[in-house]
């Protein structure tokens, strides 16, 4: 079955240190995204990448940083330096820049 | 920014009954999709619209594109328990997604008891 996994399902962390989210998709998707959700909030977008080897910053990118070595892949780290890293993070792809997006089942992230 | 206002914010629904929630924006919109989220999944795509006036229905949802491009509505008929969740319009400006669409606050289908 063809889709975006996202792993780990929860994860904690205390605060001041780095932790990476999981992201992979086996769709064979140009465009893949990071979002984080928050109660009562729109999704919000961290970093998006439209290619191999290319991403860009999003909306809210302070304090998180990715990378993208394989096409399948687009992990996220957040850093110490984010200030309210408690959240919902939500990694999609798509098949290309003008298509709609296909969403992972999310990471719920808790710092304490 | 761009904004997104999404109405209304929660709601309780009976079985059987027909649903509705809608979608504005503060500028003109391109592109409309629907997405569902159940508790602690990702959001899945219900409905894509395209054009202004267009008319869109997946099994019971019907989803309209306002035909002056600031809105968006969508309509759930003969509401099932399965129907909770959270509903999300997203809109983008112009026909590329990416980083240009942007999300409404959701809307919370509750079951009536």
């Known amino acids: 079955d063809g889709g975006i996994t996202q792993s780990p399902k929860y994860l904690f962390r205390k605060e001041g240190q780095n932790v990476t989210l999981s992201c992979e998709q086996n769709?064979?998707?140009?465009?893949m995204y990071w979002y984080r959700q928050d109660p009562g909030q729109g999704l919000r977008l961290i970093y998006y990448?439209?290619?191999?080897?290319?991403?860009q910053k999003g909306d809210i990118a302070e304090g998180y940083s990715v990378s993208r070595e394989k096409k399948e892949s687009f992990p996220l780290t957040v850093t110490s330096a984010q200030k309210n890293p408690t959240a919902f993070y939500l990694c999609?792809?798509?098949?290309?820049?003008?298509?709609?997006?296909?969403f992972g089942n999310g990471t719920r992230l808790t710092v304490t | 920014g761009q904004q997104l206002n999404q109405s209304p914010q929660s709601m309780f629904i009976q079985e059987g009954e027909d649903v509705s929630m809608n979608c504005t924006s503060s500028s003109i919109f391109n592109t409309w999709l629907w997405y569902k989220q159940d508790p602690g999944e990702g959001p899945v795509l219900l409905i894509a619209?395209?054009?202004?006036?267009e008319l869109t229905s997946n099994g019971r949802l019907t989803a309209q594109f306002g035909i002056t491009r600031k809105d968006s509505f969508l309509n759930i008929s003969a509401s099932i328990p399965s129907d909770v969740g959270i509903y999300f319009c997203?809109?983008?400006?112009?026909?590329?997604?990416?980083?240009?669409?942007?999300f409404g606050a959701g809307t919370i289908l509750r079951v009536k008891s």
């Open positions: 990448s439209q290619i191999v080897n290319d991403f």
């Open positions: 997203a809109g983008a400006p112009r026909m590329e997604y990416g980083n240009k669409l942007v």
């Open positions: 619209l395209y054009k202004a006036g």
């Open positions: 769709l064979n998707h140009d465009a």
């Open positions: 999609a792809s798509s098949r290309s820049y003008n298509s709609p997006l296909h």
